[in-house]
């Protein structure tokens, strides 16, 4: 029998072409058995204030780049979705005198806009919401060179080839409504991929690139950045891939409520945790990467019982 059809979009793979019975499961987990889920190269965290989650957040960055020295430089990737951790890791590099000349930084991804990179002057742009609530917010004196700072671009060329010779000590990321991390999306319901997804050793073989987004993802980001406005938000990006991915020597996914919901975060903490991955839930490919943690805002785990409002 083959897979289910989605329910979200039909000419798409997502989470909901799972079985039921892997989604009423997750929809069953508590906080103590999501906790129960950790497990050699899979660490769930429970942060009871917002205070202490973006605080823990923002020290990953200073932790990194604190081991750069001009021998073995040292970055982080990060998202942008968190963003509330970027001023907080600018204040702490100025309060300490953090000299950042050996340290890089990766952006996750970018807008694609007809045949390029979305420029830093669109209003929902990556790179400059790091720039303005992180890097420019940072003492000159202490700021790192602008070649260490990579962003995706649509020819990803020298993207790719920036994360040789440079030690990723962490890769952050967010987990959007679709269960991705970065923009790596469930692929469209076509061609070879008609019937089954890409198996997960397909989909790790991706680097980074220009993708197609899902409807979810869409709507999503129209939601929390947009003001609702779906016809403002691109329909493409440029995605740090599974490949880089596997060059982090941690991934640390930051969940505090607002980018996915009750189930979807039992949902992918239930997969990574018991190594079942497929991607039609690509955080759930995690799975295989030997250093995972996912960090929760306590209150935003919730419960997953109806309730009528």
Request: proline letters at 7%; one cysteine or more.
């Amino acid at each position: 029998m083959g897979r289910k059809t989605s329910i979200l979009a039909p000419g798409w793979w997502d989470y909901t072409t799972l079985d039921d019975e892997i989604l009423n499961d997750a929809a069953r987990l508590t906080a103590e058995d999501m906790a129960g889920l950790s497990r050699d190269g899979f660490k769930v965290l429970f942060y009871d204030t917002l205070e202490d989650f973006y605080l823990a957040e923002a020290l990953e960055y200073v932790t990194a780049w604190r081991q750069a020295t001009a021998d073995n430089p040292v970055g982080i990737c990060g998202p942008i979705g968190p963003t509330e951790q970027l001023p907080l890791v600018a204040r702490i590099v100025n309060e300490l005198g953090l000299d950042l000349k050996n340290a890089h930084f990766w952006g996750m991804d970018e807008w694609h806009l007809g045949d390029r990179e979305a420029p830093r002057s669109h209003p929902l742009s990556f790179a400059r919401a790091d720039m303005e609530l992180c890097f420019d917010r940072i003492d000159a004196r202490l700021r790192m060179p602008e070649a260490n700072i990579h962003f995706p671009r649509a020819d990803t060329t020298e993207y790719i080839r920036s994360w040789d010779g440079v030690r990723c000590a962490v890769m952050q990321g967010g987990q959007g409504d679709i269960k991705h991390w970065a923009f790596n999306d469930p692929v469209r319901r076509q061609g070879k991929y008609a019937d089954e997804p890409p198996t997960p050793e397909e989909f790790r073989r991706l680097t980074a690139r220009v993708v197609d987004l899902h409807p979810v993802t869409v709507m999503q980001n129209a939601r929390t950045s947009g003001g609702g406005v779906v016809t403002g938000v691109p329909t493409k990006a440029i995605t740090v891939g599974p490949v880089e991915t596997w060059k982090a020597e941690k991934v640390s996914i930051w969940q505090a409520g607002p980018h996915d919901n009750p189930c979807g975060m039992r949902l992918t903490t239930l997969m990574i945790g018991q190594k079942t991955a497929d991607s039609a839930v690509p955080m759930s490919l995690l799975a295989d990467h030997p250093n995972v943690l996912f960090n929760f805002y306590r209150p935003a785990i919730g419960t997953c019982e109806a309730e009528m409002h």
